[in-house]
């Protein structure tokens, strides 16, 4: 195409496609997305399989560190996933980097030893297939790199930096919202945990006792304490099975309740009281935040009423009396 010709949807499309073809296929993915999207709010997930097989997986790492005389078995090639065997082909992740990713999927909810050469692996391979797929459907004219051809170069480069930042932008949102849910489910689990110290359950009993109550109600919440539980029971202290909670979890709520526990076990304070007092603490903070957003909403809903809803009402209002200056207008 020359430099003063003007472009059309059509030449950019590839393979001979029409406009008329993107808008279905525009429409299908959007069906498609709505369908899933209902789909994924009316199904009711097993949450308890999930969380037992977390359970018992750290119960095994526990009982092999124990076990230190007896030598594990390193897994095969055929037994490794595609993506750890092309990251260790490749060299992709290093050792100082290893620490650091794996506390970033833990927080997420990510402990599968695997989980991490997944992730480095679509670190890696998505900004490749963003940019191929940037020039797939951007057709630009290597013979001439001016003018339009060299916006569109733009395309593809902006497709790579997005498939970089994609992976990172997943994680830390899967990341907020299951903090989210624990933050939400610490007030009820604070009260079932004062009624298993005042019966005389130890802290183990009280956080697994607590773990099975959650488990429908705020399955991520229970996740951590059933995993907190199975550490006091096999760990020499229990203050080492309360930090991996803090860890794992690095909300000022549970480095509050980490602290609380841990001074009660080191001075032999009462646990209930504390406790009591904890959960009445998390119960205002959480109705402070419910009037913040509250507070927040006039704010948030100036510009939509500027842009969407005035208008709508101008146009009822102003209409009729549009229609009848036109109409006497039109008898004279």
């Not at 977390?54 to 007896?70: F, P, V």
């Not at 689990?189 to 607590?210: H, Q």
């Not at 773990?211 to 399955?219: D, F, K, V």
């Amino acid at each position: 195409m020359a430099l003063g010709q003007h472009s059309s949807i059509a030449d950019l499309l590839p393979f001979g496609a029409t406009p008329d073809d993107l808008y279905v296929l525009l429409a299908g993915i959007a069906a498609f997305l709505s369908v899933y999207a209902v789909g994924q709010s009316i199904t009711e997930r097993d949450t308890l399989g999930p969380r037992l097989k977390a359970l018992q997986e750290r119960r095994r790492e526990l009982q092999d560190g124990i076990k230190s005389s007896k030598k594990r078995k390193r897994p095969q090639d055929d037994d490794k996933p595609l993506t750890r065997v092309i990251v260790e082909k490749l060299h992709l992740l290093q050792r100082d980097q290893k620490a650091k990713i794996m506390q970033r999927l833990i927080e997420a909810g990510w402990r599968s030893p695997n989980a991490i050469f997944t992730y480095v692996f679509f670190t890696f391979a998505m900004p490749i297939l963003f940019i191929v797929l940037g020039f797939l459907v951007v057709k630009v004219d290597w013979s001439d790199l001016g003018g339009l051809n060299g916006l569109r170069l733009t395309l593809p480069i902006i497709a790579g930096y997005v498939g970089l930042k994609l992976p990172d932008i997943m994680l830390v949102n899967q990341r907020n919202k299951r903090w989210h849910a624990i933050r939400k489910g610490l007030p009820d689990a604070l009260d079932l945990m004062m009624v298993c110290a005042e019966a005389g359950l130890t802290l183990s009993a009280t956080l697994g006792r607590v773990a099975r109550e959650l488990g429908i109600s705020h399955p991520e919440l229970a996740d951590e304490m059933g995993i907190t539980s199975v550490e006091i029971g096999f760990l020499p202290q229990s203050k080492t099975a309360l930090e991996h909670l803090q860890q794992r979890v690095n909300l000022p709520e549970v480095r509050g309740i980490v602290s609380v526990l841990i001074q009660t076990e080191k001075y032999g304070t009462p646990v209930a009281q504390a406790l009591r007092v904890l959960a009445k603490e998390f119960r205002q903070q959480r109705l402070l935040r419910a009037e913040q957003k509250a507070a927040r909403l006039p704010a948030i809903m100036t510009i939509p009423m500027i842009l969407f809803i005035l208008p709508c009402l101008f146009i009822v209002v102003m209409t009729p009396a549009i229609i009848q200056i036109m109409d006497e207008l039109s008898k004279r």
